[in-house]
């Protein structure tokens, strides 16, 4: 069966942004390529009844690119599309946390979360996805109550399952994001419970966690804070060192929070509630 590849010409400041929202459009796969020059090239593979240059343009229009890029289309073969995305998905270890697909082979001294590359955004390759990881790999010690808001794949949430969480609930905006998490949950024996906003119970959580964009974090603040007992903690991912400051200001009256670890231009912000 022949599928759709997607390759695209964009300034690297906007290719991880629109490879997650490709991802969001419906792209199966995406890749970034030629991290060194000023032009990135993302790759995305569609279903063969899909259309991708729409995909591109509503990508565009969420990401906030104000970018008219060229891009090419051509058919790739799907047994061709598997192993290139094999041989490009490697295994993640973060602490006591290994991540990996079906077809890696896990050490025996690890909690193990088993993602294919699919649907949703959230395998661990992305570097605001690993901080996010690291955070709760440091501070999930067994019993506690996690939301996971904007959970894609359901990989922060089945991450903090596995270090010994005793309650998981996840939230998302896209209704494929939902079903995935869902998916991968079962596939890891894992209870998760996924909603959509509207639908997420009037709950507090020990920890909320959020790997998202700066803009949908700001917007958020209140609604993120009320999900938040007294002394939870909170951990904000999914922007650039540029954007921290004005994302630690929406937050500052309701929690203790600061830029607490970064991986190349990208942040985390994590802290306690008041």
Same mark, same amino acid.
């Given at each position: 069966? @022949?599928?759709?590849?997607?390759?695209?010409?964009? &300034?690297?400041? @906007?290719?991880?942004?629109? @490879?997650?929202?490709?991802?969001?459009?419906?792209?199966? !796969?995406? !890749?970034?390529?030629? *991290? +060194?020059?000023?032009?990135? #090239?993302?790759?995305?593979?569609?279903?063969? @009844?899909?259309? &991708?240059?729409?995909?591109?343009?509503?990508?565009?229009?969420?990401?906030?690119?104000?970018? $008219?890029?060229?891009?090419? /289309?051509?058919?790739?073969?799907?047994? =061709?599309?598997?192993?290139?995305?094999?041989?490009?998905?490697?295994?993640?270890?973060?602490?006591?946390?290994? /991540?990996?697909? !079906?077809?890696?082979?896990?050490?025996? +001294?690890?909690?193990?979360?088993?993602?294919?590359?699919?649907? $949703?955004?959230?395998?661990?390759?992305?570097?605001?996805?690993?901080?996010? /990881?690291?955070?709760?790999?440091?501070?999930?010690?067994?019993?506690?109550?996690? /939301? +996971?808001?904007?959970?894609? !794949?359901?990989?922060?949430?089945?991450?903090?399952?596995?270090?010994?969480?005793?309650?998981? =609930?996840?939230? =998302?905006?896209?209704?494929? $994001?939902?079903?995935?998490?869902?998916?991968?949950?079962?596939?890891?024996?894992?209870? *998760?419970?996924?909603?959509?906003?509207?639908?997420?119970?009037?709950?507090?959580? +020990?920890? #909320?966690?959020?790997?998202?964009?700066?803009? &949908?974090?700001?917007?958020?603040?209140?609604?993120?804070?009320?999900?938040?007992?007294?002394? $939870?903690?909170?951990?904000?991912?999914?922007?650039?060192?540029?954007?921290?400051?004005? #994302?630690?200001?929406?937050?500052?009256?309701?929690?203790?929070?600061?830029?607490?670890?970064?991986? =190349?231009?990208?942040?985390?912000?994590?802290?306690?509630?008041?």
């Amino acid at each position: 069966m @022949s599928l759709l590849a997607l390759r695209v010409h964009v &300034p690297q400041e @906007s290719a991880d942004a629109l @490879s997650d929202a490709l991802l969001e459009h419906g792209a199966q !796969s995406v !890749s970034i390529e030629a *991290l +060194d020059d000023p032009q990135a #090239v993302v790759s995305a593979i569609f279903a063969a @009844s899909a259309d &991708p240059g729409r995909a591109l343009q509503k990508a565009l229009e969420r990401c906030g690119a104000r970018i $008219a890029p060229q891009y090419t /289309l051509g058919a790739v073969e799907e047994s =061709d599309w598997v192993r290139r995305s094999q041989a490009h998905f490697a295994p993640l270890r973060v602490g006591r946390l290994w /991540l990996g697909a !079906s077809w890696h082979v896990a050490p025996a +001294d690890c909690a193990c979360v088993r993602l294919d590359p699919g649907r $949703a955004f959230g395998t661990g390759s992305h570097a605001s996805t690993r901080l996010v /990881l690291a955070y709760l790999e440091r501070v999930v010690h067994g019993g506690e109550a996690v /939301l +996971d808001y904007g959970c894609g !794949s359901g990989i922060l949430a089945i991450a903090a399952a596995k270090l010994g969480a005793a309650r998981i =609930d996840a939230v =998302d905006n896209d209704p494929v $994001a939902i079903d995935v998490a869902c998916e991968n949950a079962h596939a890891n024996a894992v209870a *998760l419970h996924a909603y959509a906003p509207e639908a997420l119970p009037p709950d507090r959580y +020990d920890l #909320v966690v959020a790997n998202i964009l700066a803009r &949908p974090l700001i917007e958020l603040a209140p609604r993120l804070a009320g999900h938040g007992k007294q002394g $939870a903690g909170i951990a904000l991912s999914g922007l650039l060192a540029s954007q921290a400051e004005e #994302v630690q200001r929406a937050y500052a009256p309701m929690f203790d929070v600061s830029v607490t670890a970064r991986e =190349d231009e990208w942040v985390l912000l994590s802290g306690i509630r008041r």
